[in-house]
């Protein structure tokens, strides 16, 4: 969420106009995020947000927004697109293709305890079931190949141990995902970024209620364990130092499989995701750092944060408790 491609006033309303929400009442760049132009709309008939896609094409793009639409239809608390009076929710604005959206109540919890975890958990495992129906098909496009193919641009910008650390976890990774237990795991539409600024709560400090998972863009079919581990490698973790909080990550998976237990090859494979799962944002960050774009409003991450996180889970392994049958 940055601003790659500027948006006026009058550019906006006449969306807006289009999707019947109102008059436009103000118009906000938002700063958090790195990868398409995002703003808040606000109207006299609501709060929205408004995102041109600066990567994604309109053919990609149905994939995302039908997703967003059939998790809305079937009560996962996610934004719902705006369809014009023909019921298209896929617009276009200054050349880009573009959506709106309803923005989610509350605000972000960006030091989560077991209470938080636990509700996270609970509604990943149900945004998954509820998935499993939607018709449109999409590779997690910052999966594995892509990975081998960004893995030779970033390493000359890396120091000898960073590079040799990068090459080796991606053979390590390349030889999972061409293992018979890798190819049980289920699998379906995930999330597959739903880090602690993509979830939302609102209400009272201590009595805060899960409102919504939002920012569905890197969306795409892959396993289910692999989603759980990206959210464990943020919600359940010291951010200084990368290392896992058991507690956090023991709580969150417990309230994962209240809803939908894991097989225990998802058991057995999990230390080895959190790996897979650490390593996918290391790349993507060693990339915006090294090979940024131009945005009016652009904060590229720290791609160290995920080489620790990733030094951690090699080192430490862990494995959730599996309660007995």
């Avoid at 995102?51 to 996962?76: K, V």
Wanted: aromatic share 10%.
């Amino acid at each position: 969420m940055a601003v790659f491609t500027e948006v006026t006033h009058e550019q906006a309303q006449a969306l807006v106009s289009r999707l019947n929400l109102g008059r436009l009442q103000q118009l906000r760049g938002i700063t958090a995020g790195i990868e398409n132009s995002n703003f808040f709309l606000t109207t006299d008939r609501g709060e929205f947000v408004l995102t041109l896609f600066e990567r994604l094409s309109f053919e990609q793009l149905p994939f995302y927004l039908r997703l967003m639409q059939h998790l809305a239809r079937r009560g996962i608390q996610v934004p719902d697109p705006q369809a014009d009076a023909s019921g298209e929710i896929l617009h276009e604005l200054s050349g880009k293709p573009a959506a709106v959206v309803n923005r989610l109540c509350g605000g972000h919890q960006l030091a989560p305890d077991v209470f938080h975890c636990e509700q996270v958990g609970a509604e990943l495992a149900r945004m998954h079931l509820a998935a499993q129906d939607y018709e449109l098909h999409q590779p997690n496009l910052r999966g594995l190949p892509w990975w081998t193919e960004t893995v030779p641009v970033v390493l000359p910008h890396l120091e000898a141990a960073q590079a040799a650390l990068l090459s080796e976890e991606l053979s390590f990774q390349q030889q999972l995902a061409a293992s018979a237990g890798y190819a049980e795991l289920p699998r379906g539409p995930v999330h597959a970024d739903l880090f602690r600024d993509n979830v939302m709560f609102d209400g009272l400090p201590g009595r805060e209620k899960l409102s919504g998972f939002f920012d569905f863009y890197f969306a795409g079919v892959d396993t289910w364990l692999f989603d759980i581990a990206v959210c464990i490698n943020d919600w359940c973790i010291d951010l200084a130092s990368g290392r896992l909080d058991e507690l956090r990550a023991q709580a969150f998976v417990d309230a994962y499989e209240t809803v939908r237990p894991l097989s225990g090859t998802e058991h057995r494979l999990l230390p080895a995701l959190l790996r897979a799962a650490a390593l996918r944002f290391w790349i993507s960050r060693l990339w915006d750092f090294h090979l940024p774009r131009d945005a009016a409003l652009l904060k590229p991450h720290d791609p160290t944060h995920f080489e620790r996180v990733l030094r951690e889970r090699i080192g430490a392994p862990w494995h959730a408790v599996k309660e007995a049958a």
